[in-house]
């Protein structure tokens, strides 16, 4: 059975940061791409980040060069490390798994609140 387990989302203080973890279990993650989405309120889901299973990176504009996504895939987890968090990045935040290119499979999300 696959799971994806957000953690790490809480209310912070423009400026501030969060890492955000998601714990994997049920496929061979260092074979899949992971990828971290947010949706606000009233808003369509977006995509935030991405790494490949070569560990090739890329970002949403509007998070570049302030979040930092990365992979341990000796313990299964994703992370994104959130730095400069701004008002606008509050949203629930979801990761997703895409194995064998075809197979999508999502976390059920972490609140992030930023406060200015």
């Known amino acids: 059975q696959v799971q994806l387990v957000e953690s790490g989302g809480g209310s912070v203080q423009a400026g501030g940061s969060l890492r955000l973890s998601c714990a994997v279990s049920g496929f061979t993650f260092n074979t899949a791409s992971m990828a971290w989405f947010r949706q606000a309120p009233g808003k369509e889901r977006e995509g935030v980040a991405r790494i490949s299973r070569d560990g090739i990176t890329t970002y949403a504009d509007s998070v570049k060069g302030r979040f930092t996504i990365s992979r341990d895939n000796a313990k299964n987890i994703l992370y994104l490390q959130m730095n400069s968090l701004k008002p606008e990045d509050t949203a629930m935040y979801y990761c997703?798994?895409?194995?064998?290119?075809?197979?999508?499979?999502w976390g059920q999300g972490t609140q992030v609140t930023v406060s200015s």
């Open positions: 997703q798994a895409t194995v064998l290119n075809v197979y999508k499979y």
